[in-house]
């Protein structure tokens, strides 16, 4: 017969009494909306479902546009990033640092 293994008692968990990290800056939701306002279709106002802004670093964002659509034949919505902005908020003012895709050349061959 085997004898049984002793458990190993679980570690003790380390408690952290350093100062808490400090919050990440926000680009207040007013300056956001209005940066969006003329960036979002109408069509699309209709879907929208969150709105993310995350603080990259420094003073660099990124804001996602989440959409969503309401399909009869599934049992739920689907969800997806319609948009999506890479940007800088530096003194109050929001600049668009976004790369967009340049527009394809129609080519006969």
Request: glycine content about 2%.
């Amino acid at each position: 017969m085997m004898a049984a293994k002793k458990k190993k008692p679980a570690p003790k968990l380390k408690q952290d009494w350093s100062e808490p990290k400090p919050k990440k800056p926000e680009i207040p939701k007013e300056l956001v909306d209005k940066f969006l306002e003329d960036k979002i279709t109408l069509k699309d106002r209709k879907k929208v479902s969150q709105i993310k802004c995350t603080n990259l670093w420094s003073d660099r964002y990124r804001i996602n546009v989440w959409l969503e659509e309401i399909q009869e034949e599934f049992f739920s919505s689907s969800y997806w990033i319609g948009y999506s902005y890479f940007l800088r908020y530096n003194d109050g003012k929001i600049v668009d640092k976004t790369i967009y895709p340049k527009p394809r050349k129609d080519r006969i061959f």
